[in-house]
Protein backbone atom coordinates (compact mmCIF):
# COMPACT_ATOMS: atom_id res chain seq x y z
CA UNK A 1 0.00 0.00 0.00
CA UNK A 2 1.27 3.75 -0.30
CA UNK A 3 0.21 6.75 0.61
CA UNK A 4 -0.70 9.50 -1.51
CA UNK A 5 0.22 12.98 -0.63
CA UNK A 6 -1.40 15.98 -2.47
CA UNK A 7 -1.12 19.95 -2.80
CA UNK A 8 2.73 19.70 -1.69
CA UNK A 9 4.95 23.22 -2.00
CA UNK A 10 6.81 22.91 -5.06
CA UNK A 11 10.23 23.71 -2.67
CA UNK A 12 9.56 19.64 -1.11
CA UNK A 13 12.86 17.34 -1.37
CA UNK A 14 12.12 14.04 -0.87
CA UNK A 15 14.16 13.91 2.57
CA UNK A 16 12.02 16.59 4.12
CA UNK A 17 8.67 14.63 3.49
CA UNK A 18 10.82 11.37 4.66
CA UNK A 19 11.41 13.17 7.40
CA UNK A 20 7.71 13.86 8.25
CA UNK A 21 6.16 10.90 7.76
CA UNK A 22 9.18 8.83 10.01
CA UNK A 23 7.35 10.63 12.92
CA UNK A 24 4.67 7.40 12.71
CA UNK A 25 7.11 4.71 11.37
CA UNK A 26 9.49 3.22 9.53
CA UNK A 27 9.25 4.89 5.70
CA UNK A 28 10.43 2.51 2.83
CA UNK A 29 10.52 4.98 -0.26
CA UNK A 30 9.49 8.43 -1.46
CA UNK A 31 8.51 9.82 -5.08
CA UNK A 32 8.13 12.88 -5.65
CA UNK A 33 6.74 13.19 -9.56
CA UNK A 34 8.55 15.84 -12.10
CA UNK A 35 6.58 17.32 -15.14
CA UNK A 36 8.65 16.16 -17.86
CA UNK A 37 8.02 19.62 -19.56
CA UNK A 38 9.46 21.78 -16.63
CA UNK A 39 11.33 19.59 -15.06
CA UNK A 40 9.58 20.85 -11.40
CA UNK A 41 8.09 19.09 -9.32
CA UNK A 42 4.27 18.44 -9.51
CA UNK A 43 2.63 19.00 -6.15
CA UNK A 44 1.69 15.67 -4.65
CA UNK A 45 3.93 12.66 -4.06
CA UNK A 46 3.91 9.03 -2.98
CA UNK A 47 5.24 7.67 0.60
CA UNK A 48 5.34 3.87 1.09
CA UNK A 49 5.72 2.45 4.76
CA UNK A 50 6.96 -0.48 6.47
CA UNK A 51 2.77 -1.38 7.62
CA UNK A 52 -0.52 -0.30 7.02
CA UNK A 53 -1.22 0.61 10.47
CA UNK A 54 1.77 3.11 10.16
CA UNK A 55 0.23 4.58 7.07
CA UNK A 56 -2.96 4.68 8.85
CA UNK A 57 -1.59 6.85 11.64
CA UNK A 58 0.29 8.88 9.30
CA UNK A 59 -2.66 9.59 7.01
CA UNK A 60 -5.28 10.41 10.21
CA UNK A 61 -2.56 12.62 11.61
CA UNK A 62 -1.45 14.44 8.20
CA UNK A 63 -4.72 14.94 6.25
CA UNK A 64 -5.23 18.64 6.30
CA UNK A 65 -2.45 19.52 8.05
CA UNK A 66 -0.62 22.86 7.48
CA UNK A 67 2.89 22.41 6.56
CA UNK A 68 5.46 24.59 4.27
CA UNK A 69 2.33 26.94 3.99
CA UNK A 70 -0.07 24.55 2.54
CA UNK A 71 -3.15 21.94 3.66
CA UNK A 72 -2.29 18.66 3.08
CA UNK A 73 -4.31 15.90 1.37
CA UNK A 74 -3.13 12.52 2.68
CA UNK A 75 -4.56 9.54 1.67
CA UNK A 76 -4.83 5.42 0.97
CA UNK A 77 -2.87 6.11 -3.22
CA UNK A 78 -5.42 4.47 -5.87
CA UNK A 79 -3.58 1.85 -7.48
CA UNK A 80 -2.64 2.68 -11.12
CA UNK A 81 -4.53 1.10 -13.67
CA UNK A 82 -3.85 0.12 -17.15
CA UNK A 83 -5.32 2.63 -19.17
CA UNK A 84 -2.79 4.43 -20.33
CA UNK A 85 -2.83 7.21 -22.31
CA UNK A 86 -3.07 7.41 -26.14
CA UNK A 87 -2.89 11.44 -26.60
CA UNK A 88 -6.11 11.83 -26.81
CA UNK A 89 -6.98 9.93 -29.84
CA UNK A 90 -9.49 7.13 -29.42
CA UNK A 91 -9.36 3.75 -31.98
CA UNK A 92 -6.88 3.15 -34.24
CA UNK A 93 -6.51 6.80 -35.70
CA UNK A 94 -3.32 7.13 -37.69
CA UNK A 95 -3.63 10.37 -38.66
CA UNK A 96 -1.54 10.15 -41.66
CA UNK A 97 -1.93 12.25 -45.06
CA UNK A 98 -1.16 14.60 -46.99
CA UNK A 99 0.58 13.28 -50.54
CA UNK A 100 -0.46 14.14 -54.34
CA UNK A 101 -3.70 12.44 -55.52
CA UNK A 102 -1.80 13.34 -58.97
CA UNK A 103 -1.95 10.39 -60.98
CA UNK A 104 0.76 10.19 -64.05
Not at 91 to 96: L, T
Request: aromatic letters at 8%.
Amino acid sequence: MSIYVGNLSYEVKEDDLRHVFAEYGTVKNVQLPIDRETGRMRGFGFVEMESDAEETAAIEALDNAEWMGRSLKVNKAKPKTDGGSSGGRRGNYSGGGGGSSRRN
